[in-house]
């Protein structure tokens, strides 16, 4: 089992700056992909950025050139570092861990964490 942590929101002024930390934990075999995603009131969970073992990311066309993932494999942790924050930022961004341990590939959620863009 896997358990993902997240970390970093909070209430940013726009124009703000945040950085986000997913960390995961437990019975780590190998991790393919750490990937971040979001859902804003009222709407449906949207892709954000992802990044996998290699090193290789992706992102929202939207939102590439505001947003910057990374990972830190030896801590198991992904960073979302979030730049020019605008009030349509606003949302809880949800972690997810795409494990794989025996031929077999499990994808795990952490609780997420709210990130509020306001004046």
């Known amino acids: 089992q896997v358990q993902v942590v997240e970390s970093g929101g909070g209430l940013v002024q726009p124009g703000g700056s945040l950085r986000l930390s997913c960390a995961a934990s437990?019975?780590?075999?190998?991790?393919?992909?750490m990937g971040w995603y979001r859902q804003a009131p009222g709407k449906q969970r949207e892709f954000v950025a992802h990044?996998?073992?290699?090193?290789?990311?992706n992102y929202r066309d939207s939102l590439k050139d505001r947003f910057t993932i990374s990972r830190d494999n030896a801590k198991n942790t992904a960073y979302l570092q979030m730049t020019s924050l605008k009030p349509e930022d606003t949302a809880v961004y949800y972690c997810?861990?795409?494990?794989?341990?025996?031929?077999?590939?499990?994808?795990?959620w952490g609780q997420g964490t709210q990130v509020t863009v306001s004046s």
């Open positions: 997810n861990v795409i494990h794989w341990s025996g031929g077999i590939s499990e994808s795990y």
């Open positions: 437990g019975s780590i075999f190998s991790i393919n992909a």
């Open positions: 990044i996998i073992s290699g090193g290789t990311t």
